[in-house]
């Protein structure tokens, strides 16, 4: 049995205020969740005791919800608390991930799915930032930007083009022909050069340290921040990198640091490659990306860096379920 909670507010205490808000409540909760109506058990409303002149259960009947059991029961004054509020609990037959809806004066008890925010998820390479991120942006049906794949791909286009990655002036000249671009298709990003989708190709072993490389450089992370916030600006968005709420998003909603050790992250990437088919040595593979820590660190500009505001977490000893939760908590508890 799932729960799917809701809630929204009228402007006064009246009849055909109440109908229309419970309407388009349960219809907006309905079409968020791909409901059919016989998948819903029961509706259970509550109501602040400023609300007297018809049952919200009453309007969900009249508003086609009558094919489940229907409850409802006044609130408690509370000093302070919202007035003409009406909160509802759908109790469904349907093994889905609630999405919940707050509508008018209620968006305000949920911020975090009822206005626009962004999360900065910063971390050393191997740390699980981005599983983290893709799985905190489905369940909040925000959008993802992995900002990772950006330099990823100015980098493939450095060793495809025989740019030497060690010349800074080189580098700059490059990132005048880059032709980059994010696309989102079926709530996935495609990061393309020049048109073409190399989304896979950034992903080879090869791609990984020239990034890092490529990513020191002021030239290439300028061009590439001034996408990521023009894009943060306009929606709802999780970001995973190294100097997201520290440079990036300096003023993002969330900030968490996901860490774990080295020898944990090496694992991970090397059980991560494996199964992809790589032939790579775990050996390598830590040397790797203990030289990555130290480069990301080392560079002036922007290096890799836990905002002071952020929350860490290590996920050394964690599932990604464990820490998706923990991080949804520690969100929930600052709202």
Known sequence: MIVIRGATTIERDDAEEIRGAVKELLEQIENRNSLARSEIVSIVFSSTSDIHSYYPAKAAREAGFESCSLFSAMEPEIDGGLKFCIRVMLFIEKNVTPHHVYLRGAKSLRKDISQKFNVAIDG???????????????????????????????????????????????VCDMMQKVDLSVVYQDG???????????????????????????????????????????????????????????FVLPDADFKFYLTASAEV?????????????????????KREIEARDLQDSAREFSPLKKADDAIEIDSSEMTAEQVLAEIKKRMQEKI
Do not use: W
């Open 124 to 170: 050393p390479a191997g740390s699980g930032k981005s599983t983290l991120a893709k799985a905190l942006a489905k369940d909040y049906k925000i959008l993802y930007l992995d900002t990772g794949a950006m330099y990823r791909a100015c980098a493939l286009y450095a060793l495809e083009h025989g740019v030497d990655l060690a010349n800074e002036s080189a």
């Open 188 to 246: 996935e990003q495609h990061t393309c050069l020049g048109g073409k989708d190399v989304s896979s190709e950034i992903r080879e072993p090869r791609v990984s340290m020239a990034a890092s490389v490529a990513s020191k450089y002021p030239c290439v992370r300028v061009k590439m921040v001034e996408k990521q916030r023009e894009i943060a600006g306009k929606m709802s968005c999780v970001l995973d990198g190294r100097d997201i709420g520290s």
């Open 265 to 285: 992250r090496a694992r991970r990437r090397f059980d991560e490659l494996k199964a992809k088919g790589y032939d790579v040595n775990f050996d390598d593979l």
